[in-house]
């Protein structure tokens, strides 16, 4: 039996409905912007069948066009908020991420995964008039984002073979084998400490939050060198190591209370 029969047989269908699923799905994995036309080839359906679709999804908030074509909003991410897991993680760690920021004098971001992407939470911006930071809900893809080293290099064995699957898929076995090997690499030394590959000037910290099963987020500062300096990188990772560990902890005990 096929999948397109599976979901034939299904008691309750809602093409409507799954339509419009499709539309965010796509704009989630295949995003940032995508037109009508792009939407209709890829989803293989006509653009008429999507009109709709389209039109209550940016009625409602969901999605917003844009000069190149249609983006996500971030009325899903904040829908996915309100989940109590996601909630207490950042109700625990905001207080300790403004004290980090304070030390460092920059920013920090919680970032959690979704599927193979990484999505920011959270954020504190840097103390004073300078700082450099990402908006809530920005997304990039696991295999490209410092955090995601971390994600993979401390998640199960479970999840590492699901994702290495699924990346391989989408980006080949040359470069996956060399994302593996970094973030073992990350996991190894518990930290991780690159230039950002897309702004210069930037250095990425990283550094996980862990829970019982594993690990649950990062944390992660982009570090902007002063003049004079406040605090140096060193000791900024050190802070930043530092307030995880103290996350991790607080959150280990939310946990079992």
Do not use: W
Not at 133 to 150: C, P
């Amino acid at each position: 039996m096929s999948v397109q029969d599976d979901q034939d047989d299904r008691k309750y269908r809602a093409p409507a409905l799954e339509k419009g699923l499709d539309v965010l799905e796509l704009l989630a994995a295949q995003g940032p912007v995508l037109t009508p036309s792009q939407m209709s080839a890829e989803l293989g359906r006509s653009v008429s069948e999507l009109f709709r679709m389209i039109q209550v999804l940016e009625f409602r908030g969901y999605i917003e066009l844009t000069p190149q074509g249609y983006r996500l909003t971030n009325r899903l991410f904040t829908l996915g908020l309100a989940q109590a897991p996601v909630k207490s993680l950042s109700e625990v760690a905001l207080p300790a991420m403004r004290t980090l920021s304070e030390l460092t004098v920059q920013s920090c971001h919680l970032v959690v995964p979704t599927e193979d992407q990484i999505v920011v939470i959270a954020r504190i911006e840097g103390p004073g008039d300078l700082g450099y930071s990402v908006r809530l809900g920005y997304r990039r893809n696991i295999i490209d984002a410092s955090s995601g080293l971390m994600f993979y290099g401390c998640a199960s064995e479970q999840t590492r073979a699901r994702l290495a699957a699924r990346l391989t898929t989408a980006h080949g076995q040359a470069r996956v084998s060399n994302y593996i090997a970094a973030a073992e690499q990350a996991a190894r030394q518990g930290y991780v400490r690159r230039e950002s590959d897309f702004v210069k000037g930037v250095t990425d910290l990283v550094a996980p939050i862990m829970g019982s099963d594993g690990i649950l987020a990062t944390l992660i500062t982009p570090y902007i060198q002063r003049t004079p300096p406040v605090c140096d990188v060193d000791t900024a990772l050190s802070h930043l190591q530092a307030t995880a560990q103290a996350i991790s902890a607080e959150m280990a005990a939310v946990s079992q209370a």
